[in-house]
């Protein structure tokens, strides 16, 4: 079965502790990217990635890292997270980076306290 | 900057009822896309539209490309209780390598 797995699916942490949010596809997809989802502002891109060791910052990138060692991974990194960084996440994939459409994780939902 | 506007932000509706969501952009886009997401998943592709003025149906829900190349609407008919979500929009402006704009979404509520 095609799949965009995160985990954690929940966390809840406090400012400054170091944390990372992983995502693994099994599509062979290309292209993966990291969105985050608030109330009003729909998804807005953190970081995207074209092909392994390729990564570009997106609309939001600030306080995050990515990696992108092999295809079906690509980490979330919150060096030191802020409680603006209270947010609902979602990993992306796509067969193609120019065009082609996206498929969803399940989200994770990480609270900074 | 790009704006992609959708409306309405929420929608509470008796089953049975048609419903009209619709998404318009400053500036032309050459792809637009249709999402779900149901309550505590991820989005999920309902329908693709390539070409202006393309309509498209997918059961109940038919969506269309405006002629524009601004805008979109999706029409979900005869509404049932697992039609509750929130539906997204996403667009790809020509200028774009892939990238997708996405609308703040529109919140279904379906009452029976």
């Excluded at chain 2, 190349?69 to 039609?83: E, G, M, V």
Aim: proline residues 5%.
């Amino acid at each position: 079965e095609a799949q965009v797995t995160q985990n954690p699916r929940y966390l809840i942490t406090v400012t400054g502790k170091k944390l990372t949010v992983t995502c693994s596809q099994n599509m062979n997809h290309e292209y993966m990217s990291w969105y985050r989802q608030d109330p009003g502002l729909g998804l807005r891109q953190i970081y995207y990635s074209m092909n392994v060791e390729v990564t570009d910052k997106g609309d939001v990138p600030e306080g995050y890292k990515v990696s992108r060692k092999e295809k079906r991974n690509f980490p979330l990194i919150l060096e030191s997270p802020s409680p603006n960084q209270t947010s609902l996440y979602f990993c992306a994939c796509k067969r193609d980076p120019w065009t082609g459409e996206l498929f969803f994780g399940e989200g994770s939902r990480l609270t900074v306290l | 900057g790009q704006q992609l506007n959708q409306s309405p932000q929420s929608m509470f509706i008796q089953e049975g009822e048609d419903v009209s969501m619709n998404c318009t952009s400053s500036s032309i886009f050459n792809t637009w896309l249709w999402y779900k997401q149901d309550p505590g998943e991820g989005p999920v592709l309902l329908i693709a539209l390539y070409k202006a003025g393309e309509l498209t149906s997918n059961g109940r829900l038919t969506a269309q490309f405006g002629i524009t190349r601004k805008d979109s609407f999706l029409n979900i008919s005869a509404s049932i209780p697992s039609d509750v979500g929130i539906y997204f929009c996403a667009g790809r402006h020509t200028d774009s390598w892939g990238k997708l704009q996405f609308g703040a979404g529109t919140q279904v509520v379906v009452t029976p």
